[in-house]
């Protein structure tokens, strides 16, 4: 049988205006690179049906499914590949002096772990976040140094928050003090980032029809495809065939939407401009975390964020799961017990999209392990009680093996004002980062490994 030359980790298939990276194959170099993402979740959490349900004060316990609570049941099925971790401050979300505007410094301070200036105008000053820290390593190693990534869009100038620019709410990720990075909500754009588009030419009415008829980006590379699948061997056959069908079918998904947003509505006589971004908000984050899972297992990226919705989100989840309250507004509840089933639900329904992506990585191969086995995915939020605006006690899930240098199943409570920023330089330990400093670090957070 054929051979095909060791390939390279950059190896493409290339066709008309497409650049199609190759996932991780037995005939490319055996070390599997760590992967780092956050995954943010917005206005605080319902803590007592979040935080597991094992002893008092700090210490460390194994962290079985009986011990999850209604919010963090869901994620029972990998219970031993994720920490829950209890005790961490980030306390660059606090006022210090500035007075309100909690839900500004929150997402502002919580990867930079600094204070956030106050300020409406443009001069903001945060911190430089630790996904950019550690993207700073990863030029000329990956295509991208890291992938921002939204599901609500947010206005980058004006007052959002008792006087803290908008750009604070809707940021998380910085590439210094001064320089924010506005996430991605389009799935269209990240899509055509991460593969490059069809040649659809200029002419408007061409490119319409073309669009109409659902053309592929794969139709371009389908013959180099198949000549690389002939020289593989049976394992990398199949990744080759899974790849390109989780390619072409988040590519239908997004041609699906955009097909629904040019249907003239009721009383429009002109269909409004095509959209990739879905009305659903599930569908949209399955969308998006898709596509950052395919940056991740093609080794375009290492790191990446995902602000499933920004700070004060007014977001209702009617559709979804029958609540059309805002959610910021439900947040403060002041002790109303139906504002706090409603909050709950909409935690839990968060929390599915956490799933969802722990479920997309562990059924990647790759060498010895999984997708997830190589990564590290922390998933919280900048403000515990929503209506206390408490940035203590964060909550906090890290998932996956970070190359077996993190083990799992376990529930760890830290000793009480644990700076956040002591997780971040452990997470930055196992990408091979050593920081001079960062934020208010104190070191690195010790009992993540064993």
Known sequence: MPRVKPLSRRSLLRGMGTALALPL?????????????????????????????????????????????????????????????S????????????????????????????HPKKSAGKDVLAGTSVDQIAAQKMDGVTRFR???????EGVQGGNCDNGYSCTYSNTLSWKTPTTPLPPEVRPRAVFERLFGSLDLGKDP???RRQELYEKSILDGVLDEARQLRAALGGSD????DEYLTSVREIETRIQTTEKASREPKAAVTLSPPATSVPSDFGEHARLMLDLMVLAFQTDQTRIATLLFSIEQSPRAYGAEIG???GHHGLTHHTGDRDKIEKITRINCYHVQSLVYVLNKLKGIKETDGT???????????????????????????????????IKGGRHIRYAKGTP????FVAMLDRMGVEPERFGDSQGKLDRLSI
Not at 396 to 403: H, M, R, S, T, V
Not at 420 to 423: F, N, P
């Open 323 to 325: 609540i059309p309250e």
């Open 25 to 85: 194959l037995e005939a490319m170099p055996p070390a599997a690179p760590t992967r780092m993402a956050f995954l943010y979740v917005p206005n605080g959490i319902v803590m007592d049906e979040w935080t597991p349900r094992t002893g008092q004060g700090p210490g460390e316990w194994a962290l079985l499914p009986s011990h999850l609570p209604r919010i963090t049941q869901a994620i029972a099925p990998f219970h031993k590949e994720l920490l829950v971790l």
């Open 87 to 114: 005790g961490l401050d980030c306390n660059g979300g606090r006022a210090l002096g500035d007075g309100p505007g909690d839900h500004g410094r929150a997402s502002a301070a919580y990867l930079t772990s600094t």
């Open 146 to 152: 890291s992938l921002e990534l939204g599901c609500e």
């Open 420 to 423: 956040m920023a002591d997780l």
């Open 205 to 207: 009415a061409e490119r």
């Open 237 to 240: 056959k199949h990744k080759i």
């Open 371 to 405: 997708l997830l086995d190589h990564s590290m995915i922390a998933y919280g939020s900048g403000i515990s009680d929503g209506n206390l605006h408490d940035h203590a006690d964060l909550p906090l899930i890290l998932a996956g093996g970070a190359n077996a240098k």
